[in-house]
């Protein structure tokens, strides 16, 4: 099994920039695909970023392209969120993932989950 640990979470300004990480404990995270999803309140969990277990293709949801960028160290087991010009709109909880295909966007694809982070952007 893979264990997931979402860090990196905060409260920053419109505009502003944050790193998430994912720390997996897994013995073979470079076969895994890994996902970010994001859940505001009141919202189901939406589908953000992905990236193929090599680190070589991936995938985002149109509302984040161009300002966030996804990225894996296999050597350390992470997985990274960089998040640029933030907008309130951004704001949710945010969970990594672990499946099989870098191109699956649907949460129900991902067999293992971290607990969150939340991020909270003011306007």
């Known amino acids: 099994q893979v264990q997931l640990v979402e860090s990196g979470g905060g409260l920053v300004q419109a505009g502003g920039s944050l790193r998430l990480s994912c720390a997996a404990s897994?013995?073979?995270?470079?076969?895994?695909?890994m996902g970010w999803f994001r859940q505001a309140p009141g919202k189901e969990r939406e589908f953000v970023a992905a990236?193929?277990?090599?680190?070589?293709?991936?995938n985002y949801v149109d509302s984040v392209k161009g300002r966030f960028t996804i990225s894996r160290d296999n050597a350390k087991n992470t997985v990274h969120l960089q998040m640029n010009s933030l907008k309130p709109e951004d704001t949710a909880v945010y969970y990594c993932?672990?499946?099989?295909?870098?191109?699956?966007?649907?949460?129900?694809?991902?067999?293992?989950w971290g607990q969150g982070t939340q991020v909270t952007v003011s306007s």
């Open positions: 897994g013995r073979t995270f470079s076969s895994y695909a």
């Open positions: 993932a672990a499946g099989r295909n870098y191109y699956y966007t649907k949460d129900t694809q991902y067999a293992y």
């Open positions: 990236i193929s277990g090599s680190g070589g293709s991936t």
